[in-house]
Structures are given as C-alpha cells and as structure tokens.
C-alpha cells in the first residue's frame, strides 16, 4: 500500500531525535502523503517552524490558543483532518501524558481529540526507556490500542550506546503504512478468502565468486504489492522473494532466496498447495557454470565467464499447473505483444503481464507501473498507476480465472 493522499499529521515533540523531522516529513511527501505538523513548545529547540513548513507546504501547528480561519477549534479541526496521528519523536514526557489523558497542549488536545490511528515512535535515552513508570506508561499506550514503532539500537545523545533511538525513517514509513492498511482491511473486497496464492518477486543473484555476481535491477516493488493486496483480500499467501531492501509484508509467509535454482526449488515446494501462482520475480535466465570459492584476483587476468541457461521457473510450474491459476510476466524493451503471447504458449500461462521498461513511469525502483494484460484473445493495456492499483488489477484478473477454472 502506498500513502498517496493519505492526511498525515505529525507531531513533534522536543527530543534531539526531531531534527530527523524535516527528512521523515520530505520521505511522507516522496510517498504521496499530505503531511501537517504539530509541535510541542520544547520542539522547536531542535527544529524550526520555518523548515517545517517550507517542507510541509501547510504552517505550524503549536499554540492551542492560536486563532485559525481554517479551522473553528483549531485541535479539533487538525484531529478531524488527519488519516493518520504520527508523534515522532515522542518523549518521555509526552508518552506519560498521553497515556494518562492529560491535555495542556496542542499536540496532547489533538491526540485526545481524533478518531484516527495514533503511532508513536519513542526517542530517549537507554535508561529512560527501561524505567519502570516509561515502561508502564509504553504499555498503557499500547493496551489503548497507539500503534508502537519500536526504537532503534545504536549512538545515543550522550554519547552511549544503546536502544532508544528513533527507528530509522524506511522503518516508520513501513509501519505507517501497515497500519493504515490493517485500518483499510475491514472496508477492502474480500473476494481471494480461502484462496491460497503464490507470489514471487525481487531478483535472483548468480554468484561469480563471494564477491561478484550476475543480477538484474529488480526491487521487488510489484511482486509485493501484489502479496500485500492478495492478503488484504482474503487470500493466504506464499512469498517467495529474492533479495530486497523492502520490508516483508504482514500477514505473509516468506520465503527468501538468492539464485534462480533457490526459487525453483521454494516454488515446486509451495506450488501443489496453491491455487493460483503469480510469478513477478525477474529471474536470471543465465548463471556461471562455476562459481569460485575466493575471490577473482585481477592479476590473474581476464578470463571468459562460461554460463549456462537457468531453469524457466515459470515454465516448470505450468507443465503441471493442472487446474491452478498462472501469471507469468514478461519484461521488454519494446511493445513486446508477439514476445508475450510466445511465452504465454511456452509457459502454458493464462495470462502474461507485460512491462515496457522504456516506458515513463515503468519498471524498476519506482512506485507506479504501467503493463498490458496479455491472453490468447486479447491484450489489454493499462494506464500509468501505482503498483497497488497494478496489484489489484491483476488481482481481479486471478479472481475471474479461479471462478473459471475451480
């Protein structure tokens, strides 16, 4: 799920963890989230409300009392406004007060206020964190139902080492997102429920040697999008991935593999229990015949890379798919129809999703896609989305084979 158009508020609260502020809000935006910011009098130590509102494109949020054209009461116009109460950093301080209801600021009148999900991502000191009445106060928030991102292990303010800090900024964009998409589960189709599905994604990695080896620019994005929706609609769902840096989604069983003979192997193994196998992983198609043990010097010169063909993981699968579902995915540089309808035949697919990397806004490492549903009938071309619009889309489509073919 991604955050586009989703209404984040963020409070800040005043730990030296809000100078990380400015690059989480600029992160949200990135994300397409509308970002408002809401700060505690000690906050603006550390950051200024300048920074903070060139980047938020909205002004700063701190006084209670501040007379406001765009909202009647000001708490209760930002708590109404907001998908999403984000307080990172949230202090000590500001924890114990949430947690036993007090309001005698903006940020804790707003927290009190809205009915949307609050998160918190705790920044202080080792010691602080693990005292007991922090502890308490930690788990009251979370019995209250405040969503937690745990904090991070590393330098401290002080100079220490130790757990306290703000979890990394990747970290807490994923947890936002979980959590608006756990919010979003009770209103989504459940139309996969009971469905088991199969899901691979990312790249494989051949190794030359410990060091090197032969890859491709895959991130993963689409193929987890797509195990992301399917578990939001009902199904139950097998990830295999190659490696990645995205987080795995909830809800999903994992499988991580480096080669293409790795996901050959996590793929024949989970595919009898499936009903349907969507294969968004781009596979290397060669491997060395060999791989060293030590590292490849340069001084021993150049040496020719004999390579031999991986296995077609797509194509194994559909030689036995019987009545299960397959998409197969086909990655060009070009319009790519005739390539896509050979492979569907070679792979006894049911569909290929084609991808024209030339394409703006298509491909790898970025958040949207554009692809063409391609059958022996048709082909069907979408238009620019995001890849969990994609996901869905293609998601429909698994939906209308199972009910043909089960």
């Given amino acids: 799920m991604t955050l586009q158009d989703r209404h984040i508020l963020l409070g800040i609260t005043g730990g030296i963890a809000a ?90 009148c707003v927290y009190l206020a809205t009915q949307a999900p609050t998160m918190v991502a705790p920044a202080m000191e080792e010691h602080m964190l693990q005292h007991p009445q922090v502890v308490a106060n930690c788990q009251r928030l979370r019995q209250q139902g405040v969503g937690w991102i745990e904090p991070a292990t590393g330098p401290l ?46 790249p494989t990695l051949e190794d030359l040697d410990p060091v090197r080896f032969i890859g491709n620019r ?54 009898e229990g499936v009903d349907a196998a969507i294969m968004a992983a781009a596979v290397a198609d060669f491997r060395p015949a060999t791989s060293s043990q030590t590292k490849m010097k340069r001084d021993a010169g150049i040496k020719p890379i004999e390579l031999v063909e991986n296995p077609d993981i797509a194509a194994t699968l559909g030689a036995r798919k019987g009545k299960r579902v397959l998409i197969a995915f086909a990655m060009e540089t070009g319009q790519g129809v005739d390539e896509a309808r050979g492979k569907l035949k070679k792979k006894s697919a049911d569909l290929v999703v084609l991808n024209n990397l030339q394409q703006e806004g298509a491909g790898f490492a970025v958040d949207t896609n554009i692809v063409s549903f391609v059958d022996s009938k048709r082909e069907a071309t979408l238009p620019l989305l995001e890849k969990h619009e994609v996901a869905d889309r293609i998601l429909d489509e698994v939906t209308d084979l199972l009910q043909r073919v089960l």
């Fill in 218 to 271: 895959s991130t993963g994005k689409m193929g987890y999008a797509i195990a992301e929706q399917a578990r939001r609609r009902g199904a139950s769902v097998h990830l295999v991935s190659g490696p990645t840096q995205l987080p795995v989604p909830d809800g999903v069983e994992f499988v991580g593999v480096r080669s293409a003979l790795d996901m050959l192997q996590a793929c024949e193994s989970a595919f």
């Fill in 19 to 108: 100078y990380k502020a400015p690059l989480l809000i600029r992160r949200l935006l990135e994300c397409g989230a509308k970002v408002r910011v809401v700060r505690t009098a000690t906050a603006e130590q550390f950051v200024t409300d300048t920074t903070l509102s060139v980047l938020s494109q909205h002004p700063v949020s701190a006084d209670l009392f501040a007379p406001t054209d765009e909202f009647p009461v000001l708490h209760v116009g930002l708590a109404e406004w907001a998908d999403l109460f984000l307080v990172a950093p949230a202090t000590a301080h500001t924890l114990g007060k949430m947690a036993h209801g007090l309001a005698d600021d903006l940020l804790t």
């Fill in 157 to 202: 303010a002080s100079g220490a080492s130790g757990k306290g800090r703000m979890a990394d900024i990747e970290q807490i964009i994923a947890d936002v997102e979980s959590n608006l998409a756990s919010q979003a589960d009770s209103n989504s189709t459940q139309d996969l429920q009971g469905r088991r599905l199969l899901v691979t994604a990312g």
